[in-house]
């Protein structure tokens, strides 16, 4: 049984830092896709990062330059540290993982799994 389980997150003032984590129970595959997505699943949202198997990472333009997607695969975590926040980047974050490697993994999509959500809130 595959989990996503999410930590992280919080509450910080406009040019702060956070990081998020998403520790993957039980999700062993050697092609996969995994991101990270300011909306709840069902949503239809866009990712903001995403990394496929193959280590190559993808960002929405909002946030590159800001934000790293990265994966520990001793740990089998995702993380997503961010940086510079902005007002605007104040959501729920979703982690979600494929089974698959995706060309477009930023574009709206169902994927397999989700966590459960952790909020980051940023103020002016």
């Known amino acids: 049984q595959v989990q996503l389980v999410q930590s992280g997150g919080g509450s910080v003032q406009a040019g702060g830092s956070l990081r998020l984590s998403c520790a993957a129970f039980?999700?062993?595959?050697?092609?996969?896709?995994m991101r990270w997505v300011p909306q709840a699943p069902g949503e239809g949202g866009e990712g903001v990062g995403a990394?496929?198997?193959?280590?190559?990472?993808s960002y929405a333009d909002s946030v590159k330059g800001r934000f790293t997607i990265y994966k520990d695969n001793a740990k089998n975590t995702l993380y997503l540290q961010m940086d510079s926040l902005k007002p605007e980047d104040t959501a729920m974050y979703y982690c979600?993982?494929?089974?698959?490697?995706?060309?477009?993994?930023?574009?709206?999509?169902?994927?397999?799994?989700w966590g459960q959500g952790t909020q980051v809130t940023v103020s002016s």
């Open positions: 979600a993982a494929d089974t698959k490697w995706l060309l477009l993994p930023l574009r709206p999509k169902e994927y397999n799994y």
């Open positions: 039980g999700y062993t595959y050697d092609n996969y896709c």
């Open positions: 990394v496929n198997s193959d280590g190559s990472t």
